[in-house]
Structures are given as structure tokens and as C-alpha cells.
């Protein structure tokens, strides 16, 4: 005979989302940057954002993250809304803002760069075994070998590595790149390429902003364009996206280094 049990059975709630937006809106200093932009971003999943420069793409993701306000609209980061800081589950973000280079910083190797990255505002030292997964996370952006090397000395491509290291040393469940790959090596792009494989393998969620795909192509299933602070595309890749994304460019701005600093708000955005 069925039985139907009830009282002790927990309802089924649906799993959250890695991240949604809905009808979000930013404007900053006067000017409106996003309109109405909805996003959704599946675990396991590797999503492009996309468009020329200005359309917004830098912007979405500071909005996402919490790193610039929101005029209007909604986002949540796995079910926890970012309206709300002290309940996003940080721990599970791991995020490598634009071109930040160690070109001018303070002397400290790749080693010490990437466990700055299990630092938070309660504790002044890494944790006790802290080594082997900054070890790992290095391992996993190819450069280990050079663990205990100035990162003054490395090339941007291999700064950047280090930093998406540093992100990645949490282990996190959604993975923020900011235009990876913009002046960065071959050799570089290739390695940002198998670090990405393995996490696809091991089902973290990844939402990148790029300008083209580059030697991202063949990873990345979906992409998100935007022109004017709006989605105009959410689909398979389009063609246009293996060379440039379209024929603006607007407000292009060069990218430069600045400091590895440990006390970076946007590095440290998910530490607090």
C-alpha cells in the first residue's frame, strides 16, 4: 500500500542559481551604463559576456558583485541577494578584476600573492596549512615552478595567472574573470584556456568578459552580448565573437598595470 508521509519530509526547494540578475539598472555619474539587463548563470556553466568597449560588460560584473551600486532591479548570488553583503556566501566567489599587474607593487612572490587570497577581515595570516592550496592553485595556472619568484619579474600574461591563482585558491564555486586575456601572451591565453578545461571538468560555474573569444573559442558554449547597457544576445556564440565582438568602440581606454595589493577592495571583494 502508498503511503503518503507528511510533517517530516523537507518541501523540494529548487537549487539556487550561481547568479541572477533581473531588470537591472546602473547609472554613474549621471550617465545610465546598464538598461534592463536580466542574466542568468547555471552551475556548471562557462558564459562569455561580450560587446565593444562601453557597451557595459566591465560594469555588469561589478554590479553583480557588488562592487558598484544598483540604480534598479535585482541580483542574487547563489539565492543570497547582494542588496545585503553579510549573507552572500563570498567563500564561494572567486573574482580577477581588469589587467591588474605587479609591475610597481610591493616586492612578494607568487607564492605570497596567491595566499593573500585566504585572507579575510578576521584573520591577519593565512590559515595554518595554507601552503599546499596555494601550491595547487598555482599548479593549476601552470606556474608552480615559480612559486617563490618576485612577481615583478613576470611578464603581464604571468601576473595575471598568478591572480586568477589567487582566486582560485578558495576553490570557489563561480569563478569572475575581467578581460582575461587582454594583453596577455599566447603561451598565456593557452594556459587561462587548460585552467579553465579543469574547472569545466570539476563543474565550477565561470563568467568571463572578453572583447573576442580568442583561444577561449572551443570552452565557452554561450555568450552574452551587450550594446548600449543592454542584452542584445543570449545564446551560442556568435561568429562575429571569434575575431572582435562588433564594429563600436567606444570610450576604448588602454589598460594598465597597477599593484598586486592584497588590499585591494575589488580583490578583496569577497572576504568581508
Not at 540578475?21 to 561580450?50: K, N, P, S, W, Y
Not at 562601453?54 to 554590479?63: I, R
Request: aromatic residues 2%.
Amino acid at each position: 500500500m502508498l503511503r503518503l508521509v507528511t510533517g517530516d519530509v523537507a518541501p523540494y526547494r529548487p537549487m539556487a542559481l550561481p547568479v541572477r540578475a533581473r531588470d537591472l539598472h546602473v547609472t554613474l555619474g549621471g550617465a545610465r551604463i546598464l538598461q534592463g539587463v536580466d542574466l542568468d548563470v547555471r552551475d556548471g556553466e562557462m558564459v562569455a559576456l561580450l560587446g565593444a568597449n562601453g557597451s557595459g560588460k566591465s560594469t555588469l560584473v561589478k554590479a553583480l558583485l557588488s562592487v558598484v551600486p544598483v540604480s534598479r532591479g535585482t541580483v542574487t548570488l547563489f539565492g543570497a541577494d547582494v542588496a545585503d553583503r553579510r549573507h552572500v556566501p563570498w567563500r564561494r566567489v572567486g573574482y580577477v578584476p581588469q589587467r591588474v599587474g605587479a609591475a610597481s607593487g610591493t616586492p612578494a612572490t607568487a607564492l605570497e600573492v596567491v595566499a593573500s587570497g585566504l585572507l579575510d577581515n578576521r584573520r591577519l595570516r593565512p590559515p595554518r596549512g595554507w601552503r599546499e592550496p596555494a601550491m595547487s592553485a598555482l599548479d593549476e595556472v601552470g606556474l608552480a615552478d615559480r612559486a617563490h619568484e618576485t612577481v615583478s619579474v613576470f611578464s603581464g600574461g604571468q601576473q595575471q595567472r598568478v591572480l586568477i591563482a589567487r582566486a582560485l585558491v578558495r576553490r570557489p564555486d563561480l569563478l569572475v574573470l575581467d578581460e582575461p586575456l587582454t594583453g596577455i601572451d599566447r603561451d598565456s591565453q593557452e594556459s587561462l584556456a587548460a585552467t579553465l578545461t579543469g574547472l569545466r571538468e570539476r563543474g565550477t560555474s565561470v563568467l568571463t568578459v572578453l572583447h573576442e573569444l580568442g583561444s577561449l573559442a572551443g570552452l565557452l558554449e554561450r555568450a552574452v552580448v551587450l550594446r548600449h547597457g543592454r542584452v542584445v544576445h543570449d545564446g551560442a556564440p556568435p561568429p562575429a565573437a571569434a575575431g572582435h565582438c562588433g564594429p563600436e568602440h567606444e570610450h576604448h581606454h588602454a589598460h594598465e598595470d597597477v599593484p598586486v595589493d592584497p588590499h585591494n577592495p575589488e580583490l578583496r571583494l569577497g572576504l568581508s
